[in-house]
């Protein structure tokens, strides 16, 4: 299948020491139904400045020989999978997070493989690059666990999106509906949300009105999917625990990138940090549009 004219790539991370070939998959797949070039990255980390020692020059080389035949690996992977898909690939030198976000600019959207690391080695761990891309990255980016990691999704697939009325939640369920499209899935919206524990509430009155806040914008946002079903869910308790609770059964589960600031966990945001870590499905992570969350 050819790409549409002007379509962006969906880029995907491409890692040759601990490969994911299930973000490959999900990769391609979404390339393929989206019409989509898809574009293989591996970032290879430059040699120390100022430190040159006998056979490091090889030893990068040899690195870089790494890369390119995890791409060719990869790429095979994906013309297996769809013989007329258009794919590139290119080894690019630098930082793999400033790499990917780089490629994020001019991409539909970044895939990435979870490593399974704790919330604090994905934070410090300079080969780590889930949470620095999804916190930075101009573009949504989607973490692929391993199928390990993974629970069986339901049929006909669902599509989870966490909504708060935020503008950050607002991108998230645009996209939601456009993924729910491409998949022909159902869209559940979950509004999670916690009374206030030592100020005085109408906790019915406030729960019925994030219902009609809600309606509204599954209202709004799926005005241009007439066709995509809808289940609504205003619930109780932590968003990060209710969004994993119904990611088990989930094709994909999205939310919005909600913080700010330079600290990379802040501008991530807490539910989306939450979520990466524990969610039973691949997630994406969705940038409010320039200057607005």
């Known amino acids: 299948m050819a790409p549409a004219p002007d379509r962006r790539p969906v880029v995907a991370g491409v890692d040759s020491v601990l490969p994911n070939p299930a973000a490959l998959v999900w990769a391609a797949d979404e390339a393929h139904r989206r019409e989509a070039p898809l574009c293989l990255v591996h970032a290879l980390a430059p040699p120390p400045r100022g430190r040159h020692h006998p056979g490091a020059e090889a030893h990068h080389q040899s690195l870089r020989e790494q890369g390119r035949q995890a791409l060719e690996r990869g790429a095979a992977l994906a013309h297996e999978r769809y013989p007329d898909l258009e794919v590139s690939s290119s080894v690019?030198?630098?930082?793999?997070?400033?790499?990917?976000?780089?490629?994020?600019?001019?991409?539909?959207?970044?895939?990435?493989?979870?490593?399974?690391?704790?919330?604090?080695?994905?934070?410090?761990?300079?080969?780590?690059?889930?949470?620095?891309?999804?916190a930075q990255a101009s573009c949504p980016v989607v973490v692929v666990r391993e199928p390990e990691q993974s629970a069986r999704p339901q049929q006909p697939p669902l599509v989870v999106v966490g909504v708060d009325g935020s503008l950050p939640s607002a991108?998230?369920?645009?996209?939601?509906?456009?993924?729910?499209a491409l998949r022909g899935a159902v869209l559940r919206a979950v509004w999670a949300w916690r009374p206030p524990r030592f100020v005085p509430t109408d906790e019915e009155s406030a729960e019925d009105e994030r219902r009609r806040r809600l309606a509204q914008s599954l209202a709004v946002s799926g005005a241009g999917f007439p066709g995509v079903g809808t289940e609504q869910e205003v619930v109780r308790g932590h968003p990060v625990e209710e969004l994993v609770r119904v990611s088990g059964r989930a094709a994909l589960l999205v939310v919005g990138r909600r913080g700010r600031g330079g600290f990379t966990g802040m501008r991530l945001g807490s539910v989306a940090h939450g979520v990466l870590r524990h969610a039973q499905c691949p997630v994406a992570v969705v940038p409010a549009p320039e200057g607005e969350g």
């Open 92 to 134: 690019e030198e630098g930082p793999p997070a400033l790499v990917l976000c780089r490629q994020a600019a001019h991409a539909e959207t970044v895939v990435l493989g979870s490593r399974g690391l704790s919330r604090a080695a994905q934070v410090v761990s300079a080969g780590s690059v889930t949470v620095p891309v999804s």
């Open 171 to 180: 991108a998230a369920l645009e996209y939601a509906y456009e993924a729910a």
